[in-house]
């Protein structure tokens, strides 16, 4: 196939090149006996005439090539083929708290040796991380729904596989469950000085050792679900491999009502909606947050305008204060802050204060940037609130959630989904993902052909140099 045809009308020079060559007057050797022969020479010099008899030869006809294959690699000459194109492909992989990553490295190393050629990468969730197609090396202490990981696979246009315990809304699911004794807490009411739990044990029945506050005892767990009740406010199942579900705590904590004022922030509302025992007021509540105003104690103000502002490079939180317990510092970037003088310091920035603490006052000197939508957010407050906690009050249990969805610092999973391990298996099989589409691929001989004009132009040249 010719790309570039046009360039076929590079060909009218041959006929030039042979008309040409009707001029050419091939070189004579003459031996001149003596020097003073020399000027009796040009007497027996036949005339020149400059149109002769063309004379075929071999140094033409290389010519006559050479201009061809010139011209040939100028029109781009292609082979088409028929070949199967690569796949694209990506494999979406849970390495939640619920992943066995020996099964899943024995699916992944049985993928990438059937997918060998095909245009393959890896999404990892609950983390959506994406890269080259390898062994997991590591899973993560909490779970997650992978629907996000799969929608930016298929945003890509590719086939996902996805390799986890339960099913998936993926093109090709590859599940690696395997037999399981997990016991898990799937609820727990706390109920006055006792409390009631529903249990989830996935195999057989059978004697646990369990904590109850800071005692052990010994319990009886029937297969699947089973509930008790019983004194206290803490219960810890033994380890069975799968820890997040394997404590629950009740803590007493007050309802308390809290009044918003200033500039209205929906992830602000949000984060204290969250916390247990949170009541928003539009007024007369316990503590009041505040945007952009000032505020009666107790309170929580945001930004008021207070002290020449700067621009961060660096956060930091003080050594063991209560309201930064849990957050991290990285989250804290907070936008044009000022210096805060005289207060307690909770949060520096650039090694200055801005956010503190000042009896019954909290205030968070600067804006909040992006600290609305980290973790830190929410616990932040959920600190706050533990703060004002007063004698009245009532047993709760912290779960996890958006804000914080790691099993800790108190916060239960309780979820019968996430303590229901997936037992089937579904190894990947190469045919799931359908034969490879056939398409043309496009071999490109130009180079080819222009080094072919450039070999035979220097044969001419050769050949032309020896007869000469």
Wanted: proline letters at 7%; aromatic letters at 6%.
């Amino acid at each position: 196939m010719i790309a570039a045809p046009i360039a076929l009308w590079g060909l009218v020079a041959i006929p030039l090149l042979v008309l040409l060559s009707f001029w050419r007057m091939k070189p004579a050797r003459v031996t001149v006996p003596s020097v003073a022969l020399w000027k009796r020479l040009p007497a027996n010099i036949p005339p020149v005439r400059s149109l002769r008899k063309p004379t075929w030869s071999i140094v033409l006809l290389l010519q006559i090539l050479a201009v061809v294959a010139g011209v040939g690699a100028l029109a781009k000459p292609v082979r088409l083929e028929s070949r199967p194109q690569p796949r694209r492909i990506a494999v979406v992989v849970d390495l939640g708290a619920r992943a066995f990553l020996d099964r899943i490295n024995a699916e992944l190393d049985r993928i990438a040796a059937e997918t060998a050629g095909d245009d393959v990468v890896m999404f990892e969730t609950p983390v959506l991380k994406r890269g080259p197609l390898s062994r997991a090396g590591s899973k993560v202490d909490y779970i997650g729904d992978p629907a996000a990981a799969i929608a930016l696979a298929k945003g890509e246009g590719r086939t996902v596989i996805f390799v986890g315990d339960r099913p998936a809304a993926a093109d090709v699911v590859v599940l690696t469950g395997a037999p399981s004794q997990n016991i898990g807490i799937v609820d727990f009411v706390p109920e006055k000085d006792r409390f009631w739990v529903k249990l989830l044990n996935l195999g057989a029945a059978r004697a646990v050792k369990v904590r109850v506050d800071d005692h052990e005892e010994t319990w009886t767990i029937d297969a699947g679900e089973s509930s008790r009740r019983t004194a206290g406010s803490r219960l810890e199942l033994p380890d069975d491999g799968f820890a997040l579900d394997n404590v629950a705590v009740a803590t007493k904590t007050m309802p308390i009502d809290v009044e918003l004022r200033g500039d209205e922030h929906a992830l602000l509302r949000w984060a204290i909606q969250v916390q247990p025992g949170a009541r928003i007021v539009d007024r007369g509540g316990a503590l009041v947050v505040s945007v952009g105003k000032e505020a009666p104690e107790p309170c929580v103000v945001i930004a008021p305008p207070r002290g020449a502002t700067f621009k961060p490079a660096t956060f930091s939180l003080a050594d063991g204060h209560p309201l930064a317990r849990g957050t991290r510092a990285e989250h804290w970037q907070l936008e044009d802050v000022a210096e805060l003088a005289g207060y307690d310091p909770i949060v520096f920035a650039d090694g200055k204060c801005v956010v503190g603490r000042r009896g019954g006052r909290i205030v968070i000197n600067g804006g909040l940037g992006s600290l609305p939508h980290h973790p830190s957010f929410s616990i932040f407050f959920a600190n706050v609130l533990e703060s004002h906690q007063s004698a009245s009050q009532g047993w709760v249990v912290r779960r996890t959630g958006p804000s914080q969805p790691r099993a800790t610092d108190g916060a239960c999973v309780l979820d019968g989904s996430a303590s229901s391990l997936g037992t089937e298996s579904r190894p990947f099989r190469t045919e799931s993902l359908g034969a490879a589409r056939i398409g043309e691929v496009r071999t490109d001989l130009s180079a080819w052909v222009a080094a072919a004009a450039v070999i035979l132009m220097l044969g001419a040249w050769l050949m032309e140099s020896r007869s000469a």
